[in-house]
């Protein structure tokens, strides 16, 4: 049996057997539903629904709620037999705590019994998705923004950077800018979101940012038959990226941050990293984001930096999903050649093996 890879993001779960040319087979909320159980007094006129988060900002908060996703994950989405469970792979965000990842593979071990693990860090398995060793990942999901330089595959940790800003802000952001525009429509949040990705997008530069005049409006029908507009606040999402005032946050824009990251490595190693920036994530897909981060890049470094362009082999979602499949063509490596943890592994040592053997 292929091993399962499995990347957990703060919004979508990616998760399939190890098929490094294919989109994973399974793309889930993470966020759930609590289900009031039988035998609970439940008045239905004030039932609220609660919703449970188990990944915030990257970072598995929730770990009964985890347990539970992964058992829908694992068993029922990709059929895996209670008994019988395989390998699994899964991706770590930059910075991920220690304590995490110890918990995370006493989990698969003691609560689901699998035959073995890894772990490897979401910035490399991003590169190896585009075919590199070497590179600086820009990734931008929902919880968080993680700027990585790489070198041969070892993440430069001191000069990486985690952002807490992520899609979800920008949500927030846009739901915020709709209610000064629009004061009379009541919109869910999940609503705004999905509006969020159909409209947001990027200003060319900063001057045509600021010039309104270039704004199109566009008129909107939410499900329940609202009319909204939407005009200025889809530049304004995108600008926050460039401009993180916009959201209150004291910190330089995306583009400066990466060359920040990049100077703080040893100089020989710039030209390797500069020439193979890898925009990935969600929110890197929003329309105008590559071509305004391109634009800005060059007029920052004199050393004419350029973004790597997935290889056409590769799924179109590729920028979506790259931490997956890359840890899709690693699960290739690592588990035929037996440098994963086994179950004989972990019994003598315990969770702390994971940071001799995962890195
Ligand atoms: N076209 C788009 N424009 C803007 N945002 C988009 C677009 N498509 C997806 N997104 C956003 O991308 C985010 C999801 O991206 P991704 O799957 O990389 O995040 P994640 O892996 O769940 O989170 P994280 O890695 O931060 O823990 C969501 O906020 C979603 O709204
Ligand atoms: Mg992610």
């Known amino acids: 049996m292929e091993a399962v890879v499995v990347d ?76 019988e469970e395989g390998q699994i792979l899964f991706t770590d965000p930059l910075s991920t705590p220690k304590s995490v990842r110890e918990q995370l593979v006493q989990m698969m071990f003691e609560t689901f019994n699998v035959s073995g693990f890894y772990a490897s860090e979401q910035a490399v398995l991003s590169l190896y998705a585009v075919g590199r060793i070497s590179g600086c990942t820009v990734d931008i999901g929902h919880g968080k923004i993680d700027i990585a330089p790489v070198c041969e ?105 990466l060359f920040r990251s990049i100077s703080s490595v040893s100089p020989e190693l710039h030209r390797q990293l500069i020439d193979n920036i890898v925009l990935c994530g969600g929110t890197a897909s929003m329309t105008g984001f590559e071509d305004r981060f391109q634009k800005e890049a060059i007029l920052c470094s004199f050393m004419r930096p350029s973004l790597v362009k997935p290889p056409e082999y590769m799924p179109e979602n590729l920028p979506k999903n790259s931490a997956w499949m890359g840890g899709a063509i690693l699960a290739k490596v690592v588990f035929p050649q037996n440098q994963h943890i086994t179950k004989a592994e972990y019994d003598e040592t315990g969770p702390t093996i994971v940071h001799r053997k995962c890195f």
């Open 153 to 257: 595959g070892a993440v430069q940790h001191i000069a990486s950077k985690r952002f807490e800003i992520g899609g979800v802000d920008l949500t927030n952001l846009l739901a915020q800018e709709l209610q000064k525009t629009n004061p009379h429509a009541q919109i869910d949040i999940n609503e705004v979101e999905k509006l969020k990705e159909r409209y947001a997008c990027c200003a060319e530069d900063q001057s045509s940012f600021n010039n309104t005049q270039t704004c199109q409006k566009e008129k909107h029908t939410l499900p329940d038959g609202q009319v909204i507009t939407v005009e200025r606040e889809r530049y304004i999402v995108g600008e926050a990226l460039f401009q993180p005032s916009i959201l209150g946050i004291e910190e330089y824009g995306i583009v400066d941050q």
């Open 8 to 83: 957990a993001g703060s919004k979508l779960l990616k998760a399939g057997f190890a098929s490094p040319d294919q989109d994973p087979t399974l793309i889930i909320p993470t966020k759930m539903k609590r289900v009031v159980e039988d035998g609970d007094m439940v008045d239905s006129t004030t039932f609220e629904e609660v919703t449970v988060d188990p990944i915030v900002r990257g970072f598995i908060k929730d770990w009964d709620a985890m347990e539970d996703l992964l058992r829908h994950v694992l068993y029922t989405g990709l059929g895996w037999e209670m008994g």
